[in-house]
């Protein structure tokens, strides 16, 4: 390493005006692409479970066969995949998105990481982004996941989006910044 | 196992952020830091392919007027007209071409375009506050714009916020995502700012202050300031 990377600093109350406002990018997989489509919707919540109103999510996935489109991943047999996300928050801490499960993928040492989503946040309050994943609630495939496998079981839960029961093909991922059921969040 | 499977298991870690260079996620002088920041410890993620790709591609077209913030309406704003360019390198020292870098800012009034923003100073209808652009071959940015004001916040009596540039780059990886400020040099109020003090590191604070340069200042019409930024780069060696 030759050179000390740039501090980060927070994004501030006003983040919509060079980010969100006119460059939300909600749809993670335009219709065209394959899979299995789903809406995900999640909510931001403080240390009182207050909705966070202005912080901003961002995503990035792979398509459904478990590749990221980029050059250091082989590439993606679905040309239409794009795989990044990002929404502000609303009044109740709440921003939507639409895409496809992603695949499974590999891990170090030979293993298989289970279909996930990884997750940034950032807001008023947020001196360095904070990382997350979002796994989904059910798949088989969460049981031998090497990263799931570093968090304590009685957490593994709060990194599991749930499919929402009055609308099918909706998916619901709660982001607790602090307090009794606070999100495990990774250092990357 | 497939080739394609065994070449895709094997990763080039990232550096990690050394010590002090970066802000504590809980810095109490900050009010807003304690919570909404966990106060459980982090889980140390090895790093795998989702953490060092991300999207390298840009997600919408730039368009012409996207780094000049003078030129995006009708007018020209009112303020000190700028000229901010600079380098985005990675910790190796490797420029990082065809980026995207999205700013935003305050207007010389100290008055950003946005509906929460309550400080009683003029909005400016030539000014709207935002800019992208992608770096160059060379990782080289540019910008023209006009100098933020400092603006009053509520977090302690009388605090004030020193003049800055909120600087968005996605680098290459996910885990390279930055989003900063950029300062400018000699501000008073340095000593005063609870987000800028809350980097432990002197130095590594220093680093968000842009420097003025007569280079890149231009006769008769704009200073010019330099803030080369650097994001985190990949180890040496790959890891199975």
Redesign the interface.
């Known amino acids: 390493m030759e050179h000390v990377p740039t501090p980060s600093q927070t994004a501030g109350p006003y983040l919509h005006i060079g980010l969100t406002n006119k460059h939300s990018v909600t749809q993670i997989a335009p219709p065209a692409v394959f899979g299995e489509r789903l809406r995900l919707r999640c909510r931001v919540l403080d240390v009182d479970g207050a909705p966070v109103n202005d912080a901003m999510i961002e995503i990035w996935q792979a398509d459904q066969a478990g590749r990221y489109n980029h050059p250091d991943d082989a590439p993606s047999p679905d040309g239409h995949f794009y795989g990044f996300g990002r929404a502000a928050t609303d009044e109740n801490g709440t921003c939507e998105f639409e895409t496809v499960r992603p695949g499974s993928l590999p891990g170090p040492n030979n293993t298989t990481q289970a279909p996930h989503l990884n997750v940034a946040v950032f807001a008023r309050g947020i001196l360095l982004q904070l990382h997350t994943r979002i796994y989904f609630a059910g798949d088989a495939a969460n049981d031998s996941d090497p990263v799931l496998a570093l968090v304590p079981a009685e957490r593994r839960e709060t990194l599991m989006a749930r499919p929402d029961p009055e609308h099918p093909g909706s998916w619901r991922f709660d982001i607790h910044l602090r307090g009794d059921q606070e999100t495990v969040f990774f250092d990357v | ?1 497939s080739k ?2 065994n ?3 094997v ?2 870690p990232y ?1 990690r ?2 010590e002090g ?5 809980v ?1 109490d002088p ?1 009010r ?9 410890p ?16 840009g ?2 077209p730039i368009a012409e007027t996207d780094n000049d913030l003078t030129r995006q309406h009708v007018g020209e704003p009112l303020g000190e007209r700028i000229i901010v360019t600079g380098r985005v ?5 490797r420029p990082v071409p065809n980026t995207l870098i ?3 800012q305050a207007n010389a009034a100290g008055r ?3 509906q ?2 309550q400080h009683p100073a003029p909005l400016d209808p030539n000014f ?5 652009t992608l770096t160059d071959d060379n990782g080289v940015y540019r910008f023209v714009t006009i100098k933020p004001g400092a603006y009053p916040w509520l977090n302690h009596y009388n605090a004030w916020r020193p003049a800055h540039i ?1 600087f ?1 780059v996605f680098g ?1 990886a ?2 390279s ?5 950029m300062y400018f040099p000699g501000d008073p109020l340095f000593a005063y700012d609870p ?2 003090q ?2 432990p590191d002197e ?3 220093q ?2 202050v842009s420097k003025f340069d007569l280079e890149t200042t231009q006769p008769q019409w704009a200073l010019g300031f330099r803030f080369d ?5 990949p180890e040496a060696t790959p ?2």
Do not use: C
Request: hydrophobic share 30%; charged share 20%.
């Open positions: 196992m394609v499977a070449e895709r298991s990763i080039r550096h952020y050394p260079s970066q802000p504590p996620r810095y900050y807003s830091t304690p919570s909404r920041n966990p106060a459980k982090l889980i140390f993620l090895p790093h795998t392919l989702s953490e060092i790709t991300g999207p390298v591609y997600h919408t390198l990675d910790d190796n020292g999205e700013i935003w950003y375009q946005h929460r923003d709207g506050g935002a800019g992208r909120h968005s290459r996910f885990l995502r930055l989003i900063t400020q987000i800028y809350s980097i130095k590594a604070r680093r968000l930024i650097v994001v985190r780069g890891f199975e």
